[in-house]
């Protein structure tokens, strides 16, 4: 093309008259020129990638560099409160227990009379009801070691000898059901490393134990969860809605990646060795038909759009980084950061009740359009608002599943708020070192989600589940009975 056009102002004449190395050259330079709007967008893109913190992206706080600036200061509304209790509230006290309930009862008469110093007997007789006190003690625990002797005799009739057997009510090894619920309970809810809880268990309850031991008692109380975890991945399945997300794990020097599907009755943990469809597959199971809220992961593409619900909040902040970045796509940027921020600012009142179903519609439909109108056009830029519009043009309509479906929120805060307990896991005791103990995570952090969803208290199910795997017995339910 460059050979039947003169550059710039020349004449053909003049062009044909330039020597040939000197066409060349101007060549090489038109086509370097040529690469500057590619080049900008690249750098563009790259710095936008460096000025990244949690608030402008996905990344979580933890990662914020010293210079990242601080969270916006929330705007206040309506009358500034002091700190503490406001005027007029009640006092918050604990409720005293009836009498009958207590343990012991320690009537407290006075001794001298305070206005004339005179001594008083113990004798006299109350003539009001008592101001009442009740104080709380923890007694010192001391384990109970039971010693189970199995006597070998001779039988009478043939001379054999034969030695008693275990109990189906005693455990196999030297700790009953609740020891093991403890350990899993410190470990797997309250994140206590091996060796710290070995000391805590020994300081507390006195119980003489190594962190051998503790890692074999996880595995006990693994393999009776199991049943448990299976429970949840079928209510999971035949859901009709789940939240869905994943990050990161370590297994030895193997990096799975811990799944998250939150659901209205369940939650199901999954370590998996990839992050893509057929692990959500996994996940979800093969004949879940329900929806979908996630971010915008590829691996969740495989879902039909009309089964999604994409997460706004993860918008936000992938907008907010672009209108941060310096480029000519800041106006725009900018201009679909409020839109959305408008949305989710319509959806909180329609949650508290401010607004009915058909007004947040005809409220959002005007901002829908308004943000279609610059998606579309911003789609064929090359610079990073672009390819976030590239991305978001043919999964549109999962962005909008919240306004028409009952029960769905436009963020993702639910597997959020499931996967945070797991990252302080991941950080305080660093991933896991094998399989099976990698089966201990998602099994565990399965039953305590489950059992927080339902206020169902986690160690009697624990010891439950522990005692019926040592009996031999069917595991006890953990989902409410009539759960689908």
């Known amino acids: 093309?460059?050979?039947?056009?003169?550059?710039?102002?020349?004449?053909?004449?003049?062009?044909?008259?330039?020597?040939?190395?000197?066409?060349?050259?101007?060549?090489?330079?038109?086509?370097?020129?040529?690469?500057?709007?590619?080049?900008?967008?690249?750098?563009?893109?790259?710095?936008?990638?460096?000025?990244?913190?949690s608030r402008n992206s996905s990344k979580p706080p933890s990662s914020d560099p010293p210079s990242a600036p601080p969270p916006p200061a929330k705007t206040p509304r309506g009358?500034?409160?002091?700190?503490?209790?406001?005027?007029?509230?009640?006092?918050?006290?604990?409720?005293?227990?009836?009498?009958?309930?207590?343990?012991?009862?320690?009537?407290?008469?006075?001794?001298?009379?305070?206005?004339?110093?005179?001594?008083?007997?113990?004798?006299?007789?109350?003539?009001?009801?008592?101001?009442?006190?009740?104080?709380?003690?923890?007694?010192?625990?001391?384990?109970?070691?039971?010693?189970?002797?199995?006597?070998?005799?001779?039988?009478?009739?043939?001379?054999?000898?034969?030695?008693?057997?275990?109990?189906?009510?005693?455990?196999?090894?030297?700790?009953?059901?609740?020891?093991?619920?403890?350990?899993?309970?410190?470990?797997g809810r309250y994140r206590i490393s091996d060796r710290e809880l070995v000391a805590l268990l020994q300081m507390v309850w006195q119980l003489p134990i190594s962190v051998g031991s503790v890692a074999h008692l996880q595995q006990v109380a693994s393999a009776a969860l199991a049943p448990a975890h299976v429970e949840v991945q079928q209510a999971v399945e035949q859901a009709d809605h789940a939240n869905a997300d994943e990050t990161s794990w370590r297994e030895g020097p193997r990096k799975p990646w811990l799944w998250v599907a939150v659901t209205a009755v369940a939650t199901l943990f999954m370590l998996q060795y990839g992050r893509g469809k057929r692990e959500l597959r996994a996940l979800l199971g093969a004949t879940f038909a329900g929806l979908v809220t996630s971010?915008?992961?590829?691996?969740?593409?495989?879902?039909?759009?009309?089964?999604?619900q994409l997460c706004w909040a993860h918008l936000v902040r992938n907008l907010r980084g672009r209108a941060e970045a310096v480029g000519r796509w800041q106006a725009a940027a900018t201009a679909l950061l409020w839109l959305a921020e408008e949305v989710l600012v319509i959806w909180v009142s329609f949650r508290d009740g401010q607004l009915d179903r058909a007004t947040m519609q005809g409220m959002i439909q005007a901002i829908q359009q308004a943000m279609w109108e610059i998606v579309v056009?911003?789609?064929?830029?090359?610079?990073?608002?672009?390819?976030?519009?590239?991305?978001?043009?043919?999964?549109?309509?999962?962005?909008?599943?919240?306004?028409?479906?009952?029960?769905?929120?436009?963020?993702n805060n639910a597997a959020e708020r499931a996967l945070r307990p797991a990252v302080l896991w991941r950080k305080g005791c660093y991933g896991t070192q094998s399989a099976g103990g990698s089966r201990f995570v998602e099994?565990?952090?399965?039953?305590?989600?489950?059992?927080?969803?339902?206020?169902?208290?986690?160690?009697?199910?624990?010891?439950?589940?522990?005692?019926?795997?040592?009996?031999?017995?069917p595991a006890p339910k953990l989902l409410p009975s009539g759960t689908p």
């Open 1 to 53: 093309m460059l050979d039947d056009l003169p550059p710039l102002d020349l004449t053909p004449e003049d062009w044909a008259a330039t020597p040939p190395r000197v066409q060349a050259a101007f060549r090489q330079l038109l086509a370097l020129l040529a690469e500057i709007p590619a080049l900008q967008a690249r750098v563009a893109d790259l710095e936008a990638r460096l000025n990244q913190t």
């Open 79 to 187: 009358k500034p409160k002091a700190k503490g209790a406001q005027p007029g509230h009640p006092d918050q006290q604990r409720e005293l227990l009836p009498e009958a309930e207590v343990d012991q009862v320690v009537p407290v008469h006075p001794t001298c009379c305070p206005h004339c110093h005179d001594m008083l007997p113990a004798t006299l007789p109350p003539v009001c009801l008592p101001d009442r006190q009740q104080v709380w003690k923890l007694p010192e625990v001391r384990p109970l070691v039971i010693e189970y002797q199995y006597l070998t005799v001779c039988c009478p009739g043939c001379g054999s000898l034969a030695t008693g057997t275990r109990p189906v009510d005693v455990p196999p090894g030297a700790f009953c059901p609740r020891v093991v619920a403890l350990i899993a309970l410190l470990h």
């Open 295 to 308: 971010d915008r992961l590829s691996a969740y593409n495989s879902l039909d759009p009309r089964r999604r």
């Open 377 to 411: 056009v911003q789609q064929h830029e090359p610079h990073t608002l672009g390819s976030l519009c590239t991305d978001l043009v043919p999964r549109w309509d999962a962005l909008w599943t919240f306004i028409q479906v009952e029960g769905v929120e436009p963020t």
């Open 443 to 473: 099994r565990m952090l399965t039953v305590s989600a489950t059992c927080q969803q339902h206020d169902r208290p986690l160690l009697p199910y624990l010891v439950d589940a522990i005692t019926a795997y040592w009996a031999g017995s």
